[in-house]
């Protein structure tokens, strides 16, 4: 990762994840995935896997297996179909929030729902605390509205606020920021932090981020994040 100007923080660039283009996906990669290798960024602590993907209008991936992963999916724009092995099958639009806990094995596919218009996504993995666990599944939907100029908790490992739940010692926020709005987050300097910009643009603690970029934090006790535009974001708090 490249330091930018602060000590404690860390920027990886959009620019810099991975890539790839198969036609019918377009990926990017902030961890190392499928063909993209860095082993300057395979993980941070528990989080293993950020990909933003667009899926062109009916098409998407067939039924594969996972194991011992806690995978979140959430939609940007557009229609996700899901459908896995106990049973579950879903449509997912904006504001749904989908955990997945493969445990001791789970098969799911994922399809553009519409024939018509592309799906945008992010898909997070997250290593779970203990391995071998029953698969389990959970859906929530949380209205836009919610998470303006705040940040709203959407997974935890109790489940608190209506969050879905996760195998892991992290919370997971999601934040719409209005241009000019500011916002802080008190940061445990035991925990890391990492923060990924989906849409729009933000300064966090003076250092500029725009869609796509990641910041790992450590050793902080305060993050002030303000608007430069309309940001949609998310913030990682990991043990």
Known sequence: MRSEEKLNITIRPSKERGYANHGWLEAHYTFSFADYYDPMHMAYHSLRVINEDRIAAGRGFGAHPHTDMEIITLVLEGALEHKDSMGNTSIMRLGDVQRMSAGKGVQHSEYNHSKTDPVHLYQIWILPDQKN????YEQRHFAPAGKENTLRLIASPSGAENSVSVHQDILLYDSLLDKGADLVYKM???????????????????????????AAIEQETKLQFTA?????FI?????
């Open 228 to 232: 430069e535009d309309t940001a949609d």
């Open 188 to 214: 445990d300097k035991r925990r890391a932090v990492w923060v990924q910009v989906k849409e729009g643009q933000l300064k966090m603690n003076g250092l500029l981020l725009k869609a796509g970029d990641g």
């Open 133 to 136: 666990l029953p698969p389990s």
């Open 235 to 239: 913030l990682f708090d990991l043990a």
